[in-house]
């Protein structure tokens, strides 16, 4: 079976639940065109990849999808309480939201359907400036895999 628009979009929505269980943080449903609130994250577009016809597959009969979801979480550097320890614990707190559902049961109280996990697996830090307005930002790009199976 395929992975179709409806299972990426409610694996999406699920996503999004997880951050939105980050407190204080904004959570778009797309990249915002500027960073008027702090601190935000957002997902991008997926990496979308069956497993090999070589590898086998997690329950007999089934496919098996791994979707890698960019996510970019962002703090201001401009006060001086959000500072890197303010950001460190930003995307520590990113990690254990998805490491305490893994399973993407988000509000809704039930796994996602066919997710067998997820987990945010990288996070890259960089530094950036808004020279309009000479605004510093630290800016995570993160990196959470999902382990789909479709039967």
Known sequence: MAATKTTLTVTRDRLQQVLQTIPGVKVYD???LSLDSLPCAW??????TRVSVDD???QL????WLYEWPVTIADSLDVPERGH???LELVAQAIGA???DETL????GTPAPGIVRAA???AEAEHRLNEETSQRYIVWTCSVQVLHEVA
């Not at 009969?61 to 098996?64: I, V």
Request: hydrophobic share 30%; aromatic share 4%.
């Open 105 to 108: 049961t988000g509000t809704v």
């Open 85 to 87: 320890n303010a950001a």
């Open 61 to 64: 009969g089934s496919d098996t």
């Open 30 to 32: 797309h990249e915002p």
């Open 120 to 122: 945010m697996v990288s």
């Open 98 to 100: 998805f490491d305490e």
């Open 56 to 58: 086998r597959e997690t």
């Open 43 to 48: 997902l991008g577009l997926p990496t979308i």
